[in-house]
């Protein structure tokens, strides 16, 4: 039997865009003489439409372009992801076409995904169809993760299984050993099509693969970009081997990918950011470069009376390397007319957050105004550690559409701008060395309240990543108060967190909609 | 068999104040010779707790709360809502507590709320216990509503729900005669225990009730309050008339509660709010006097160039009849320095947009000085109509830590307006008359781009509250152009509501986190 994967980047509403991918797949395959060519999960639709997908008419949408597939599908037979309407409620499935028409659904059961649940419903799932001869058992999505797939090993010649699995560090790891198991364990061959490509925060690596029954990988195809391979498998196939994936690396092109996806989906070209000179903002400006291109990437330097000499330097030397358009704005006098209006309300009072947070807000009501008056997209700047200790101001430096490094700890940011910086120095060297501070306030450092972001991040990755209850921390040997401190200031910021932007996902637990949490609590555990 | 109905106000993770009002409650009809006392879904934890749900350590203080509640049920069962751990999840249950301890749990099974779906999972449902020599039939949450209830009729004696069902328009008037129609088609006698009290943006209202086996009312627990209630289901009782529920005093009510709770429960005191003159925050500051009390609610009025001397005089009017601190602050000055500091980079362009966003965003940035300085609390001024079409400037009027009128469409508030002003006038007439307008430029009016509210709010309504196609409401008579312009609108605004704060839910389409849209789509249906 002859298997065509095809791994293509969708658009969620792109009817005429998706099928037009669909299509060009299943003649390729058939040039090839494939039997069958596989789609990823929700192909049609592009994932996670979420509420659009219980609207009749999107539904009626995707079923109009399996009927315009469906007369391509005549000398070979097509899996393709679809949503469909089944009891009132909306089932993910995948569609089998042959001989030029929709023969039949095989839906989708578990449904668990956040992503998912409250907006698809249980299929029957599981179902073994005959192609060309062979038993083919069909897994969509999360199926094929959930109970017992290897036991398909004695019901079928092969498992494929439509997935729309996102990126996750060491997601595409841990996807080829579960992937690789599952062949040994049922003994079968397994094939696997994922998506590709960035919807809002998502980004879908693509990295589908094909197995033999011994568990060797047979073929990988690219991760964070479109690819398609064909095998026979009753031919004799060299296995592939597994390569390593490096984490730096493969984070970087998923940030890359989620933002450009996330530019050219939505129609949008240009993009703003605020450079303050440290390492953040510097690091989303070199990703966005390679990501939007040079002369798609326009900054303001927005210093006040509290910003050193050397973050407006190192930040111009940055932009001067780049190659970009950038303003340098002061905002000391709007600083002053502000806090002069406002003397009747404020004056008289000591200087506190009040004043740091009105020169970040300032800068808001800057990058704002570049953004309305020339239509550029403003990048958020922000990093995990921040948004999980409730650092960053609400309608200040926390604004923006997207926000690119928002699922990565500051350790994980410094890490990105030594891998940006492998062959040369595109971040100056000053801006990785520097100590982390708002500079909101004379001699402010980030350090000031917090120790040294490798213990905070340290705690706050076994907080989330890992689950960890703070008496399981204090055990691990971290500082009792620091811990509970830490905990604190995280609970306390749930209402900054529920206004912020998308955030790129590069983890198991993104904070914003990844979390949800009750806003009125007394928890606090 | 004697039954008494508890319907408290709880708080999310608060679990001594829970237990104590349990307690009390059980205290009360031990003394009042009820053989069982029945309390809401969720009573131990607080509803919707969402993620809390799922930390190991929530579940074993919800049932360390019910241990000790237990010695009190010596000479009474009880049914306490609760959150439990079963088989890695985590299930909605009854507790029965009797002869001192907690006899067992019934789980609930259908899970289909937005609230709690991702959160719960199906437990088994549908069981009937024995209680004071009757057969009970126990139903907890949603399973009551999903399928046929009226089958234990040949089951049960008495069918008891605990309930956590959020206040909507005409949903108290709907579950009135829900259970009115199951107690009449089942037979038998009907309790049910609804929450009561807000829990960030969820309004429950209460509204318990019990019905006899011939559909009639015995008892009407108070809406908006906690109450008591207890019948002797073998005695003869007079029926109760259902009351019509009058829309406007209903909608301020829950308002008041969802507002006054939000600051009680989260420990804040003082509110904080920008007085344009305009309706929206006339009537926010009407509500916020009477939930938090004058002395709490403080007023900034932020006149610009092209507010109209009327906006500042009905402004200070409002606040001077409701007796609030206020301060005017013109933001002329921040304006010419904002606009001049930035000519580099906008400058010799015309006026648009941007320059009436920059107005808004220093607003923004002087209201939420007032917030930081003194702790209190901004409440935002949107409307359902603004925040469906995009009117507002993101991080200028959209900000705020709560919305109090975010569901309610334009016409809503005016009605709520002159409900406020029913016996005096609160709300100074002028403002009720005038035309809205954002200000933000010369001769400027909300109806520059769209038709009347009245228009708009009908087209809308149709849109979310009915779910109807663009085609339907065009055929139904409206400008196909306008219907056409107003769903472009709609649909391009997502990325703006995605940042918006929590709303209080008045309807059964709240938009926020209520509907969750992709915000890379192509969709455009």
């Known amino acids: 039997m002859k298997i065509a994967v095809a791994q293509l980047n969708y658009t969620i ?42 609207k009749v008419t999107f539904l009626e949408l995707c079923e109009d372009v399996l009927e315009e597939v469906a007369p391509h599908c005549d000398t070979i037979a097509a899996l393709v992801g679809t949503p469909i309407a089944s009891d009132r409620t909306t089932v993910s499935a995948a569609a089998l076409l042959r001989n030029g028409k929709i023969e039949r659904y095989i839906g989708r059961h578990t449904v668990t995904g956040r992503d998912d649940v409250g907006h698809l419903r249980p299929g029957k799932g599981g179902e073994c169809v005959d192609i060309a001869g062979k038993r ?33 560090r060491h997601n595409i790891d841990n996807r080829y050993n579960f992937y690789r198991k599952l062949s040994y364990m049922s003994g079968i061959p397994v094939v696997y099509a994922n998506m590709v490509g960035g919807n809002t925060d998502v980004v879908f690596d693509g990295s589908s693969a094909v197995f033999n029954g011994q568990g060797h990988a047979l073929r ?27 984490k730096n690396p493969t984070i970087y092109n998923a940030i890359k990918l ?7 989906k939505n129609g949008f070209k240009t993009a703003c950011i605020g450079l303050s000179g440290g390492i953040d903002s510097a690091v989303v400006a070199a990703i966005a470069v390679d990501a939007l291109g040079v002369e798609n990437v326009r900054a303001l330097m927005l210093p006040s009376q509290f910003s050193s000499d050397h973050s407006v330097e190192d930040a111009v030397l940055m932009a001067e390397r780049l190659g970009m358009q950038y303003n340098v ?35 808001c009501v800057m990058l704002m105004a570049l953004s309305n008056k020339y239509g550029c997209v403003l990048l958020n700047t922000t990093n995990k550690s921040e948004e999980a200790v409730g650092y960053g ?46 500079e909101l306030r004379p001699e402010q450092k980030d350090t000031d309240f917090l120790p040294p972001y490798d213990v905070v991040d340290a705690i706050l990755f076994r907080m989330f990543e890992e689950g960890q209850h703070r008496e399981e921390i204090v055990n691990a040997g971290f500082e009792a108060n620091v811990v ?13 967190r529920y206004q912020f932007c998308p955030v790129l996902r590069m983890s198991i637990c993104p904070l914003g909609k990844g979390r949800v949490m009750p806003l009125t609590s007394k928890y606090g555990y």
């Open 258 to 264: 989620g933002l450009k996806d996330f530019f050219a």
């Open 393 to 438: 101001t609400l309608y200040g430096d926390c604004v923006g559409v997207i926000s690119v490094l928002g699922d990565l700890y500051k350790r994980e940011v410094f890490e990105l701008a030594r891998y940006l910086n492998r062959d040369t120095e595109v971040i100056p060297e000053n801006i990785l060395v520097k100590e982390p501070s708002a």
């Open 220 to 246: 990988l195809l690219r991760s964070f970009d479109e690819d398609y391979a064909v095998v026979d498998l009753a031919a004799p196939n060299e296995p592939v081997e597994i390569p390593y994936i490096s």
């Open 136 to 168: 083919v058992a069909v897994l969509v999505g999360e199926d094929v993760f959930a109970g017992n797939s290897s036991k398909y090993g004695n019901k079928a010649d092969v498992i494929v299984s439509l997935i729309t699995d996102a990126y996750k």
């Open 13 to 54: 509403g792109d009817f005429e865009g998706n099928k037009a991918k669909i299509v060009a797949s299943v003649e390729r395959a058939k040039g090839d003489g494939a039997d069958l060519v596989v789609f990823c999960e929700e192909a049609v639709s592009g994932a996670f439409a979420y509420d659009l997908l219980n």
């Open 484 to 496: 509970y401190k830490i905990h604190a200031m995280v609970m306390k910021n749930e209402q900054k």
């Open 329 to 363: 704005v002061p905002i000391t006098e709007a600083y002053k007319t502000i806090t002069d209006s406002l003397k009747p309300v404020i004056g008289g009072l000591p200087f506190d957050v009040t004043e740091e947070n009105i020169q970040s807000r300032i800068r």
